[in-house]
């Protein structure tokens, strides 16, 4: 009677494991698929790349831009398109001059997606602006149209995708929405492509350095290194990750200028310290070098200033 009741404790012992592990392997193929556009270039992955700018905490992520699906009759909102639903809020800044543009022809185009994590696909769309859309207005589902649809039913994709569609006609500066819906998850995968039907490759707008354009501090927000903001009229800029930090009251913020007046006059610099090879740099550092003041991006150490990629040269 013992061995039977060890037995059968045993086998269930057995098959409540076995159990867990199977949902513990479904749920996580459930989270992690993700993936970017990488042709043309996502507004995302050029933020990356770092030709886009002041663009938070997207840099480290391109990938994880998921948001509800059944676009457009559900998904993310209006005013949200761009960033998925909120959570990379930067993103949806918009304006004729706030991101880098890549030159497209109409006709037909090639779409290529870096998966980092594949999951059964639904569908992938491709939506482009109308004709009279207003590029200084946060992006809207009436100011898209759909010109391209590749239905996958549930297969599951490479790490690669490619698509080829037809861009309809258009002229200037337009963006393209590439949609990934997910299968068996109520979420899709939101890309926005800035592109110039004129040819130009033009370099974004230096961020605003206006108080009165800064973006105010939010004590719910994550700011990452370079993130600016305004509070009590001043400007102050992330030098690392930080959230909920006064900028007044942490060493997490550094001031970039004083109050409203004075944005064309930065801090002084006289006293920054010289290069120091010994010494560790965190990003928002400040050093001279060879009569240049460089700024870390990130942590460092024995990086030459005028040689590394790691140090940034301030005006």
């Known amino acids: 009677m013992v061995f039977r009741v ?78 998925a639903g909120g959570i990379f809020p930067n993103l949806d800044e918009q304006s004729s001059t706030r991101w880098a543009k890549t030159p497209i022809k109409s006709g037909m185009n090639t779409f290529s997606w870096t998966l980092t994590a594949a999951h059964a696909t639904n569908k992938w769309e491709y939506y482009i602006t109308k004709e009279g859309w207003d590029p200084n207005q946060p992006l809207k589902r009436s100011d898209l149209e759909l010109f391209c649809t590749i239905n996958d039913g549930g297969k599951r994709p490479g790490s690669r995708v490619s698509h080829n569609c037809f861009v309809p006609e258009r002229s200037g500066y337009h963006v393209i929405l590439a949609y990934w819906e997910i299968y068996d998850t109520a979420n899709a ?37 370079g993130d600016k903001v305004s509070y009590n009229g001043a ?31 930065p801090v002084d610099n006289s006293d920054t310290p010289p290069w120091d090879p010994s010494k560790v740099y965190l990003a928002g550092d400040k050093v001279i070098h060879n009569g240049v003041i460089y700024q870390a991006k990130w942590w460092t150490l024995g990086d030459t200033p005028d040689s590394n990629n790691v140090w940034r040269i301030l005006d």
């Not at 507004?43 to 509800?68: F, M």
């Not at 909920?244 to 001031?255: G, I, T």
């Open 6 to 83: 060890s037995l059968s404790r045993s086998l269930f012992l057995l098959t409540s494991l076995l159990i867990a592990i199977i949902f513990m392997m479904a749920f996580s193929t459930k989270v992690s698929a993700h993936g970017y556009v990488d042709s043309p270039k996502s507004r995302a992955l050029l933020c990356k790349e770092e030709v886009n700018k002041d663009c938070g905490a997207i840099i480290y992520e391109p990938q994880s831009l998921e948001g509800p699906g059944n676009f457009p009759i559900q998904g993310v909102p209006d005013g949200k398109i761009v960033s």
């Open 189 to 225: 995968f939101y890309n926005i492509i800035d592109v110039d039907f004129g040819g130009n490759s033009n370099e974004p707008d230096d961020p605003p350095v206006n108080s009165d354009e800064m973006p105010a501090w939010d004590s719910a927000k994550v700011y990452v290194s």
């Open 235 to 265: 400007i102050y800029q992330a030098k690392w990750w930080t959230k909920n930090e006064k900028p007044d009251q942490s060493q997490v913020w550094e001031l970039i200028s004083k109050n409203d007046n004075d944005h064309d006059n």
